[in-house]
């Protein structure tokens, strides 16, 4: 099985990691259109050789570990694609990629967003087994092809992954209050303190709770603003109960009310009971 990977940051830089352990792959080629990008990967070995995307329909599997936006015009470019070719996108969100797949090639399509990353970018990001133990939810895939769905299945497997199926609505309302609001959040952080504190006293008073819950403002703000736009009704709802549940927690504080306090916190703490 010869695999293209579309997108050589940490995604697919991590992916190409992963995948050449895989005794049924045979090559693995990398396209990027960022030439620093293409030339990282091949110094750290990530791909075979690097290719121009025209080239990518030429391979058995074609991952695409891009930004929502470039899955979505890079699906434009595939509709030529042979009747046995899988496409695999690993986006963040899934409907609006769904809706935008060319009819002829559905078949040929699988969307899966594997739960996993860290908050760096670009091939020097890639790290080995970043999939492994991992979650990856696969979406309508009863509108794959058989041959498709069962190449995606096998690979998630090899990558020691735990799959999980579900439609692309249910995925993008659930990734909004999972994924994609912490982010927001984590932006919206770092610039509240970046706009009243000075550098030396960040950097003389940042401790462990704030460095944790500032790390994802490190993200990719270009694959960020994608994920954003393409699912902002769920997000704007997210954010929206955030800021509910915060102005519950200001009001009990304005009011010292301390016992309310103390509950609203107990509260919190019950969802590491589920999560350890």
């Not at 110094?43 to 290719?51: A, H, N």
């Not at 929502?68 to 699906?75: E, N, T």
Request: proline fraction near 3%.
């Amino acid at each position: 099985m010869n695999v293209a990977i579309v997108g050589l940051g940490l995604m697919g830089g991590s992916l190409a990691i992963s995948l050449k352990k895989l005794d049924f792959i045979d090559s693995i080629v990398g396209s990027d259109h960022n030439k620093i990008h293409q030339q990282e990967a091949m110094e750290l070995g990530l791909v075979d050789k690097i290719v121009d995307f025209s080239e990518v329909k030429n391979y058995d599997v074609i991952f695409l570990a891009i930004p929502v936006d470039g899955v979505i015009s890079a699906l434009s470019s595939l509709r030529d694609v042979k009747e046995g070719t899988t496409i695999i996108d690993l986006g963040s969100t899934k409907s609006k990629i769904i809706s935008s797949v060319p009819p002829e090639i559905r078949k040929n399509f699988v969307a899966a967003h594997p739960m996993t990353g860290t908050e760096n970018f670009g091939p020097k990001a890639a790290i080995d087994n970043l999939y492994r133990d991992n979650v990856v939810v696969l979406c309508d895939i009863e509108n794959s092809g058989e041959l498709q769905a069962s190449i995606a299945k096998k690979i998630f497997k090899a990558l020691e992954m735990k799959k999980h199926f579900m439609p692309a609505n249910q995925h993008d309302r659930h990734a909004a209050f999972i994924s994609h609001m912490p982010h927001a959040i984590s932006y919206a952080l770092a610039n509240t303190v970046m706009h009243q504190e000075n550098k030396r006293n960040i950097l003389a008073l940042a401790a462990g709770g704030f460095r944790s819950m500032s790390r994802l403002a490190k993200s990719s703000a270009n694959m960020w603003e994608d994920i954003f736009r393409q699912n902002r009704g769920n997000l704007l709802e997210a954010i929206e109960l955030f800021e509910d549940e915060l102005k519950v927690l200001k009001g009990y504080i304005e009011n010292e009310e301390w016992d309310k306090v103390h509950k609203n916190i107990e509260a919190g703490n019950r969802l590491h009971d589920i999560l350890d």
